[in-house]
């Protein structure tokens, strides 16, 4: 990650519906952010993390 890159996270529903989307600058080269989902069900999610042109997707898991 480069220092000052926005960030996006994005997360989907089963459905393709995003329940949970946010950007910020990357202000660290150790860049961390914690999230809550309290308002959605438990479930199988697509985490989806956007910097610059690279990006990862990954299923998470919701325990409610």
């Given at each position: 990650?480069?220092?000052?890159?926005?960030?996006?996270?994005q997360i989907e529903n089963s459905i393709g519906q995003t329940v949970?989307?946010?950007?910020?600058?990357n202000s660290s080269p150790d860049w961390k952010k914690e999230i809550t989902l309290k308002?959605?069900?438990?479930g199988v999610y697509l985490l989806q993390i956007t910097a610059g042109e690279s990006y990862i997707r990954k299923k998470?898991?919701?325990l409610q």
């Amino acid at each position: 990650l480069t220092v000052g890159e926005m960030i996006s996270l994005q997360i989907e529903n089963s459905i393709g519906q995003t329940v949970f989307s946010m950007g910020e600058n990357n202000s660290s080269p150790d860049w961390k952010k914690e999230i809550t989902l309290k308002d959605v069900s438990g479930g199988v999610y697509l985490l989806q993390i956007t910097a610059g042109e690279s990006y990862i997707r990954k299923k998470i898991f919701v325990l409610q």
